[in-house]
Structure formats: C-alpha cells, structure tokens
C-alpha cells in the first residue's frame, strides 16, 4: 500500500499483498448522500465512497469532525438512504437494510428502570421473540462479557465499563455478523477505555464477526484493526487505506513497537492535512 503526501507530493510504501478473491462481508459501492437544505441547494456530504470488510475482519474509520462518518454510518445500518449508491452484504444488495447488522452507538441508552438482562434482552423482545427465551439466550452470555452476578442489577448499579459491556452484549445477542460500533469507548475514561479495548479484541477473536467501528482515537484505531480506513473533509470520501499488519494477538506492548509508531505517524499526518482542508473550506464558506 502507498501513500501520498497531498503537501511533499512523496510516497512511501506502507504495506503490499495480491488482491483478495474473497467476497468481501460488506462493501459500499459508491455511496453518496446531498441533503436539501431548500432555498440555499444542496449540500453534498458523502461524496463517491468506496471500501470493503472482509469475513472476520476488523476494520475503524476515522476522519475529521464533522466529516460525514455518522451519516454513512446510518446509510450502513439501512437507517438513511443515501442519494446514489449501493451497499452489499454477501455479495447481495442490501441497501436500506438493517436486518444484517447490529449497530452499537457512542452511549450506552440502557434504560434505567430496566434490570441489566432486561436492557440486554430488548432488541430480541423488538424482534418477536418470547421474554423467557430472550432471558435465557442473553444470560448464557453474561459470563463471558465479564456481568456473571449482575443481571438483576439497574444500570446505576454498574460502572461505566460494566454498562459498555452490557450495551455490547445486548448487540451481539441479536445473532447478526457484522457489529457497527459507533465510538464505543469514547465516554469513558483512558484507563476503563484501554481495558475496554483489551477485552473487545479478546471477545472478537473467540467469534467470527465481522466488526466496522467509527473512532477519533488514532491509536484505538491501529491497536483494534486490521484496517484503518480515512476520511476526507467534507464531502467525504475514502483519503487512505491503511493496513496495520500488525501481529495477533496483541497486547498493550504493540504500541511502542516501530510499526505501531510508523502507522500512527502516517495517520496523524493525513487526518492533519483533511482537518486543515476542512477548516480552510469552513472559512471560506462564511466569508
């Protein structure tokens, strides 16, 4: 893989590989997204996206704020249509869809007169299934998610970590193969946050998800992926492609290594020159 420096005009090898003949888990076909802001036109969001998940593959995006990401995050998900475009899922047309997916956003929203396994069992509830059978499918993963003890338990009763797990486990319990995690750990603090991303690796590894998380965290990014994919200012489109390469599993030691810091100096440096872009093309918009 290559990248080029839009202010050097230099590039550098970052990694390489033969294309994949396997059909990708999901993938965005062009997608764009305008929204009529009436007597003052249209404003382009999304411009032209395109990248792919593998099968069991973990994949972030990051990009400057207000880039658009929550938006083609909810074209994903089948919450928004988008203007033009496609998204796939096995090969298959899926936009507009949200049956394959089970979505995860920044907050918790578990509600607070409900016991944790009732929080978790909500979306099967949703679904159709019985309560006694969402009880028993959701407790058989307290466990494993580290809230064997709590299901009884109100949400005030845990702390933030324990929630984030709970919101999580209450995902993943829908069955689905793709987790779309909208800044998971961004309420949290450094340390709960860094726990939180050891246990989410130990947890993706022991199935066969195929996870697309949004994230600010440069490093969450590069310690969690196999892929960091960026953003351009908006509108938005795919800036870089970046495969970490980095050995699994992995623990917290990766991140002083010489790849991790080459990565991370390469990511720092593209988000960088779009946040400049963005912020240059927002003055210029209200001169």
């Not at 999901?26 to 404003?43: P, T, V």
């Not at 020159?273 to 003055?283: A, L, P």
Request: charged share 20%.
């Amino acid at each position: 893989m290559e990248y080029q420096s839009q202010e050097t005009g230099k590039t550098m090898t970052l990694s390489s590989g033969s294309p994949s003949t396997i059909t990708p888990k999901i993938e965005l076909r062009d997608i764009r997204k305008s929204f009529d802001l009436g007597a003052d036109g249209l404003r382009q969001v999304v411009e032209n996206i395109a990248f792919t998940a593998k099968p069991g593959e973990f994949v972030s995006i990051i990009g400057p704020s207000g880039c658009g990401k929550s938006t083609l995050f909810n074209i994903m998900a089948g919450l928004e249509a988008p203007s033009s475009g496609q998204v796939f899922v096995d090969g298959q047309d899926a936009t507009g869809q949200c049956s394959p997916f089970a979505y995860m956003p920044q907050k918790d929203l578990l509600f607070p007169w409900r016991s944790i396994l009732d929080n978790t069992t909500l979306g099967l509830e949703m679904g159709g299934m019985k309560k006694k059978a969402a009880r028993e499918k959701a407790a058989a993963l307290f466990p494993q998610f580290g809230l064997g003890g709590f299901e009884q338990n109100l949400p005030f009763e845990l702390s933030g970590g324990m929630r984030q797990r709970a919101a999580f486990l209450r995902t993943v319990v829908l069955g689905r193969e793709i987790l779309l995690l909208d800044e998971p750990f961004g309420a949290l603090d450094s340390l709960t946050r860094i726990e939180m991303q050891n246990w989410l690796m130990d947890v993706w590894s022991r199935h066969t998800w195929t996870a697309v998380m949004i994230t600010h965290d440069i490093r969450e990014a590069i310690y969690l992926s196999d892929r960091v994919v960026v953003l351009s200012a908006r509108p938005t489109s795919v800036r870089l492609e970046l495969e970490t390469n980095l050995p699994r599993p992995r623990n917290i030691d990766v991140t002083s290594s010489p790849a991790f810091v080459q990565l991370e100096e390469v990511l720092l440096k593209t988000l960088h020159e779009e946040s400049r872009k963005g912020f240059i093309t927002q003055v210029a918009a209200g001169a």
